[in-house]
Every structure is written in C-alpha cells, then in structure tokens.
C-alpha cells in the first residue's frame, strides 16, 4: 500500500491536528440559540478550507428558518470524467457540552491526552469531517486532480434534527446527483478493527407537558388536594415501558423487521464482552433491557424509550415547596427498520393521552424525528471500501449497525437514491454527547489513510 | 373598641406601610447562598427597628453553619410586673422569586394594585412580621409601656429548615421564657374572617439521587441496554402513591390520628365552596386526592407526598440525547398530628431502597423537617385571642388547621412548654411560594389592630 497522497498525509499530519483543533475552539452548539453565530463562524471556516484545498464552488447555503437554522456548506470538483460521484457528507455542529463540571479538560480548548484530542465534537463530528477535507486535500495536493467526482455537503443542524438539509435534500435533488453518499459519523466496533456501519435506528424526539393548577401553588397549603404535574408524569412515564424495557404503548412493536439470521449470526461472532461493556463502557451494576436478547439487539434491533431531561418546579440547591403548575419530561424513542417516525409518535401521542392521571392537561409535542435504515452490503462502493479498509487496518472489515439515528441516511434513499458507506472511526468509549468527548489520534490519521485509499480505490 | 394605640397605628399607616416595601426590597433568599447578605441586611433592618421603637436587649443571634446560616433578630422588654410574657414570632427569610416571568411586577420592586402589596415576601412573611412591629410600636408610642412583658424572636431560616432557631430553643430555653408565643405566619380562612390556626402539618424534605452509568451516555448508542436514571425515577415516584392520592408506603397512616369529631363538624360549617377553590385558587381541571375525605381533611389532616422539581440531565431548549448519569427528584412529604419525622422518613427511605428498579444505586436525604401540631383551644390567651379578633372584625373567630408547617410552633410546645396563638392575617389567594404572592392592604391595617386589642386583652 503505498501512494503519493498517503505520503503527503503523512508529512503533513502535525499541521491536520493542529487545524483541527483551530476547528474544536468553536463552540458551534446548533441546540443552543446563543451559539448561533459560533455555528456560522465553524461554517465559514470549513468552506474556506475546501477552497483553499481546490475544491470548486464553495459556498453557504442558507434556508432554515428560526434560532435553531445554520448554513449548509457545499462544495464540488467534477473534472474526473468517467469516474462516480461521491456525495460527501459530515455535520459541523455539536451538542451542549454539561454538565461542564465533569470535564477533565475545557470542552472547548482541546487537549492532547493519552494518545486522544479531548473537545467536545472530537469525534462527533469535526474530527471525522476534518479527516474528510483532509484526505481530499492529501488526494488534490499529490495528483493535482481527485480520482472521482467529488460533491461536499456539510451540515450544522445533525444535533437539532437536521432540518435544512432536509429541505434542501427533498426540494433540489438535482443539486447533489452523484453515485453513492460517503458518510463519517460512525465508529469502529473495536480499537484496531475496520468497520462499516450498514444500519441505523431511527428516532423521534418529544416534549411532554403537563399541567395541573393555574400557577404555582404552596405544597402545604395545596398539597393533597391540587395536582402535581411531576407526579402525573412520572405515572405516565412509569407506563410507557415495563421494567424489563418493554415497550407498553399498543401496536409499537407491530411493524419491528427482525435481523435477518444472517446478520445475528455475524453479530455473535463480534468480539463483544457484555461483561466488559457493562464495566468500562457503561459502568453501571447491571445493564437493563428485554431479557433474552444481547446488547446488539438491544441497542441496534430494538426500539427504545429514554428521558433526557424534565424541566420545571424548583431545581436549585435546597428546598422550595411548591407544586409547579406545569412539568416538561424530554422523551425521545428509537425506532428500527421498517418503523416510520409520524406511526410511532401518533401511537404514542395516543396512548398517553389515554393513560393521563385525573387533574391535569397534557401536551405532547414532536421536536424532530428520523427514519431508520438498512443499507444493502453488496454494490461495488462497499467492496471498494473493504478493500481499502484492508489496506490501511489489515484487517477484514466487520458489518454493524449503530444505535443511532442519522436521518440524512434516509433522506440520502428516499430522494437521491443513493446507497451510503458509513465509514467512519470513532471508538465506543469515545463519549460522545457527554462529558470527555475524545477522538483517537491513531484513528484520525488511519481515517485520513482510509478516505484518501477508498477515493483511489472507487476511481481507479 | 377604642384605645390611644389604635389611634396612633391609624394616624401612621402611611408610614408603616412605607416601611414594609423598604423591607420587601431586600431580597433575603434564604435557600439561595448567593443571598446570605441580603438576608443578614433584612435581619439588621428588623433589628434596628425594635430598638428604635423602645425594645431592649436588640441583638442578632449568631450560631448556624455553612452557606444556608442566617442570624437570628432578638428584643425584649420585661418592664411589665406581673403581666404574662409573649414570645413574639415571625421570620425575615423568604422564598425563591422564579418563575421570574410569570411576576406581573419584579417580585423585589413591592407594588400596589387592586388593594394589594405585591412582592415576595408581602404576606409570608414579612408583612406580618411588620404588622408585629408596628403593634408593639403604636402600644409603646401611645402608652410609654407595653401592656405585657415582650419577647421577640425572628428567624432568617424558616424556608430553609429553621435549624439556628430549632438549635437555640433547643439549647437556651431559659432564653426565651414565656408563658405563650405568638405566631404570626398563617391567613385568615376567608376574606373578613378572623381565624386562630390551632394544627399544622409536619414535614420531611428530602433528595432521591438515582444514578445508573458512571458517565452521561448517547441514548442512540447506548438505549436498550444502559439503565435510565430519569425512567428509575419516575417508577419509583410513581409507585409512591397511587392515581387517588393514597400514599402507597407501607405503614405511612398508622399513626395518622383522625381529627375529633367535633373538629370535623366545625370544617363543614366554614364558608367553603369546593368548586370555587377548585377554579379561583387552585386552577386545575378537577381537584385530586383520596376519594370521600373533604379538601380539608385532604390537606389539614392527611399526609402527602409532592414532587417539587427533578434536576438532573438536559433540560435546555431543543433536543439533546443524553441518558444522564444521575437524576434526582425533590420529594416531600407533609405529616399529621401523631406521625414522627424520624419515623416516616425511614419507612419511606426503606421502601425506595425496596422498589428501586434494576441498575440503578440510589441515595435517599433528609433535607430538613418538621413536627406536626395540634394546640389545645381552651386557654385564656387563645380566648384574649377570639375577643380581640371579634372587636376589630366584627365576627366570631374560626378554628382552622393549616397543611403547611411551622416547625418553631412544635419546638415551642416541646422545649419551651409554650401554647402557640396563631394570628395570621394572609388570604388564600396570597401566592405564597408562588409568582406574584401579594399581601391585602386592609388585613396589614386590621392586622395591626388586632394585634394591639390582643396584647392590651392579655395585659389586662
């Protein structure tokens, strides 16, 4: 394996790093209205790279609407007559970086540490875009040309639910005709071992308010006889699964599309230790779910309910004894295959109005959702990524899905009608979307090398 | 009724209330650390007052540790030969202003309108701590002397646990000898209705802390199989009682001790419109609790268990996917005449640790709590009490309990032998606790006067 822009990457690997971090220092938090302009100043600052590198047309593309809209950035260099076009796709924004009090480091100044670069965004997904730009540069710099057509979509709403390119996505298809979607915002299943992710859940992300007395009232004075919006939903709450982890909502399950025996077959023969997982992974006494099926099933096969948040009443240190006339709980529930985002979110919208306790208003609102997918393994862009994957790991390439949603993946589908290759070389332990988010350093170089060997590979 | 006192309480009731709204401007939080100044300016201000209108002895008390200590505020005058002694009560500390949006008015800028004071603080309880002051003031002012022998303790930590006054009667009783206290912290039951409190609810505050993964986790990656500290806590919460109010510990009612039969016949012949509370003060749907007991039984003689507020996790606008690693919800529960703090919060410490869900660690603390009471109606200062009430209001007084605590009134009784006179003048309608809490301008007038007839009453 050896090729002029591998060498160039190589060489140049001290100042990647160093403009990566220039990246991390940008508190582009899509979610958080505040940092808006943070967003567009992350925004401007990758077009401006994929120019520098030669890629052609670079722009904003603007269009959402509200505090939560960022700028698409796109870019192309169609001058590889003959080859496919690949589709790039990564997102520039992140999620909230608290409870800041359990950094080690400032989420925002990052930090070498262990062989890692410590930031919020480190791997979800700055540095995953950062070795995109920076495998089409090492590719443009040693053959002042690129061995495909090459089209660059970037978003800064994947954290927010992604909203403008799905908009763009849907309404001008034309704009991104290409081959087949290249997209790194995955992991690997294990340190070392070359991975390609061909599934996703889907989601849908809710608000649930409840509402009991006109304002906030004394517990004293009122308790017993008013309502208490807490309560009610945590009685609601408390009925949308059981204590195995199933699902109570009626019909959810319905339209579930089970692994194939195939794909189970290959998931056993993962090297996965639940026992491992539970410790370092998740570190918690036990691990919960539906009993009789692995952690694979679990998290990739199966639909989920979680609460994230549940705002209201008196969250300061001490006591305050009120009842809150109004609570909010943060619920959002991953669906799998063949679930639709509107089926899902009707069921549960249904079934919650049914169950609410006596005394209280409800109102259950759709923040943003996500179909899951499942993408075919045998077209010549996976083989071709295989292979490079071998390459550069020397490893044969394991087929996984991931938990998580990433809605464009559909879209992807559905208006483009392009086949994606989840590429992408984040670790499990990367924590993501938590505190200590980090990318390895060794997986930001090997991922520079496997970009740049997949392009060569699907020209030559 | 006529008396030199009344006359001058008259004449300066432009002044008096002046003097409030300088005390309301003080924002003495006591929950909120950031406001222990505040609280000791407040203490200093009513200080600095018994002392201007002849009190001796003013001083603060010191003796409470960490950031939640406030001072307590001491005067006396014991000139007054062979007449009773009061221990007159009330506290300068009040509640958290938020929901700040919800104030039609800044709740530390005090306003008037429709009749009322509106600030934090109007009526709980710095107006009536004032309406104390400015009764002995007028008595001194118009006679040189006090008709009884005076002493005045204000605490600065009755929102927070009251633990610097708990720990001084409990340590100096020989301070605060009395024959009688008078409180005033309580309301009137009815607009124009003069109302002696003779039973309050006890308390325990407490934390439920559940914790499940050792690091916040992605609710894509990780749903299905990490445990949910949020989903741990509604069950447990929702197992507490059930969808009729009925507390689900087990032995939580043993001790209950039913009110008298008497009692029970006078609450139904109190001017009490169900409906109406249920639309003018309470603003919810229907009312809850258990089934056949009247609002007052519900909330003057049965315990309950509320929700206050569930910190923990993502509570921001938009969407993050975050299972934290802990939540925690700010559970109380008010107590009746028999039941012990000590002993309900271990019967319901014991249960959560019983109930509690797979994976999760929980972690169960008191925060602060109280005794409930009863106080006997048969004794000459409550009757000086009902002869007053009735010369300045015109009407027989009502006995009526309150739900909510006052823990000082239980310390009194056991370490200081001292019978409590609650005379409160707040209505229903106050928002204690709540946005705009507001105080009738007329009831600090009569209040005032009613406080002047009973200590002239006692003296006689």
Redesign the interface.
């Given at each position: 394996m050896s090729s002029s822009a591998l060498a160039f990457a190589k060489q140049n690997h001290p100042r990647f790093l160093a403009e990566l971090k220039d990246l991390l220092r940008i508190p582009s938090i899509s979610?958080?209205?505040e940092h808006s302009e943070d967003c567009r100043k992350a925004a401007e600052t990758v077009k401006a790279e994929l120019k520098r590198i030669g890629l052609e047309h670079a722009r904003l593309i603007e269009g959402g609407h509200g505090p939560?809209a960022h700028p698409l950035v796109y870019a192309d260099w169609l001058h590889a007559a003959g080859k496919p076009t690949v589709l790039i796709y990564g997102h520039y924004d992140v999620?909230?970086p608290?409870?800041l009090d359990?950094w080690h480091t400032p989420p925002f100044e990052p930090t070498e540490r262990n062989g890692n670069i410590y930031a919020r965004g480190a791997v979800d997904d700055k540095g995953q875009v950062w070795a995109q730009i920076k495998a089409l540069e090492s590719l443009m710099a040693a053959n002042k040309a690129l061995p495909v057509n090459v089209r660059v979509i970037f978003e800064g709403e994947e954290?927010?639910?992604g909203e403008t390119i799905a908009n763009y996505v849907a309404s001008k298809p034309g704009d991104l005709k290409a081959d087949f979607a290249l997209v790194s915002d995955t992991e690997l299943f294990a340190p070392g071992l070359p991975t390609l992710c061909v599934g996703l859940?889907g989601?849908i992300?809710t608000e649930l308010e409840v509402r009991?007395?006109?304002?906030?009232?004394?517990?004293?004075?009122?308790?017993?006889?008013?309502?208490?919006p807490?309560?009610a939903?945590?009685?609601i709450?408390?009925?949308?699964?059981d204590?195995n982890?199933h699902i109570l909502i009626p019909g959810f399950y319905d339209d579930v599309q089970a692994p194939s025996a195939d794909e189970l077959k290959a998931w056993k023969s993962l090297p996965f230790d639940e026992e491992e997982y539970r410790k370092t992974?998740?570190?918690?006494?036990?691990?919960?779910?539906?009993p009789g099926l692995s952690?694979m099933e679990?998290?990739w096969a199966?639909p989920?309910?979680?609460?994230?948040?549940?705002?209201?009443?008196?969250?300061?240190?001490?006591?305050?004894?009120?009842?809150?006339a109004k609570?909010t709980?943060?619920v959002?529930m991953?669906l799998v295959p063949n679930m639709t985002p509107a089926k899902a979110f009707q069921l549960y919208k249904s079934y919650v109005e049914k169950i609410k306790?006596?005394?209280?208003?409800i109102d259950v609102r759709l923040?943003?959702s996500g179909d899951a997918c499942l993408i075919p393994t045998d077209n010549k862009y996976v083989k071709a990524a295989t292979k490079a994957l071998h390459e550069v790991w020397g490893k044969d390439t394991v087929f996984i899905r991931?938990?998580?949603?990433i809605p464009i993946v559909g879209d992807f589908d559905k208006h483009l009608g392009l086949p994606s290759v989840m590429m992408g070389f984040g670790l499990?332990d990367d924590?993501?979307?938590?505190?200590?988010e980090k990318f390895n350093l060794k997986n930001f170089e090997l991922g520079i090398d496997s970009l740049i060997r997949f392009l060569e590979e699907v020209g030559r």
């Open positions: 979610t958080l209205p939560d999620q909230p608290d409870p359990e954290e927010v639910g859940r989601m992300y009991g007395a006109k304002t906030d009232l004394h517990s004293g004075i009122y308790g017993g006889a008013a309502p208490n807490f309560v939903l945590c009685q709450i408390a009925k949308l699964k204590e982890g992974e998740v570190g918690s006494k036990v691990l919960v779910g539906e952690v679990r998290t199966r989920t309910v979680d609460v994230h948040g549940m705002p209201g009443g008196f969250t300061g240190a001490g006591a305050k004894t009120v009842i809150p609570a709980a943060k959002s991953r306790p006596v005394g209280v208003d923040i943003h991931s938990g998580g949603s499990p924590n993501l979307h938590a505190p200590n």
